[in-house]
C-alpha cells in the first residue's frame, strides 16, 4: 500500500475487528511501536509502558477481560498502554495509541481500541505495577478484506464517516 497523506489517513481510517491470518513483519511491529513511543506527552513524562502480549495463553486470557474478545484472538499483534503518574495520562495514552493506529493504517494494517470489559483482570494479568493503570488494549492485523484508503477524496470518507457534523461539534465564542 502507498503512503497516504496524513488527512487521507484520519478520514479513511476506520476501526476494523476482522484481520487475515498472517503475521506482522517485526519491523512493521516496531515501526507501531514506535509511533506510539514518539506521541507527545504533558511536560514529556512519557508515562505509558506499552505491553505487547506474544504468548498464546496471555492473549486469550486477557481477550477475555474486553467487550469484543474476538478482537483480540484473533489479532496479530496486541498492545495494552499502562499508564501511571499525575497530569492528562489518559490524554496522553490517547495521543500514543492514535500514533500507533495511524502508522498501522499507513502500512495497510487495520486495528481497533477494546473496551475493557474487567479492567482489573487485566490489570492482573498483565502485572502492572503500583500506580499504573491499563488506559487501553488495541489490536492489529492485516484486513481480512482489502482496504483501498485511496480509493475516495478526503472529502467523500469524511461524508461516508457517520459522524455529527463538523457544525453541530464546533462553535466559535
Known amino acids: 500500500m502507498a503512503t497516504v497523506d496524513t488527512h487521507l489517513a484520519v478520514t479513511s481510517r476506520r476501526d476494523e475487528r ?6 506482522l513483519p517485526a519491523g512493521l511491529v516496531e515501526r507501531i511501536l514506535d509511533a506510539g513511543r514518539l506521541a507527545g506527552s504533558a511536560r514529556n513524562r512519557q508515562p505509558w509502558r506499552f505491553l505487547v502480549a506474544d504468548t498464546p495463553a496471555l492473549r486469550d486470557a486477557l481477550a477475555e477481560t474486553v467487550y469484543a474478545p474476538e478482537n483480540v484472538r484473533t489479532a496479530a499483534l496486541v498492545v495494552s498502554i499502562a499508564v501511571a503518574g499525575k497530569g492528562p495520562t489518559a490524554f496522553d495514552a490517547g495521543r500514543a495509541a492514535q500514533n500507533m493506529l495511524l502508522v498501522a493504517w499507513n502500512e495497510g494494517v487495520v486495528s481497533t481500541p477494546n473496551g475493557l470489559a474487567d479492567p482489573e483482570r487485566a490489570a ?3 502485572r502492572l505495577a503500583g500506580e499504573e493503570k491499563l488506559a487501553i488494549v488495541l489490536s492489529f492485523g492485516f484486513p481480512a478484506r482489502a ?5 475516495r477524496s478526503p472529502e467523500e470518507w469524511s461524508a461516508r464517516a457517520g459522524r455529527r457534523p463538523l457544525a453541530e461539534v464546533v462553535e466559535r465564542l
Do not use: E, K, T
Not at 482496504?147 to 480509493?151: I, L
Open 147 to 151: 482496504r483501498d484508503p485511496q480509493s
Open 124 to 126: 492482573r494479568l498483565l
Open 18 to 23: 476482522h484481520y487475515a491470518h498472517r503475521p
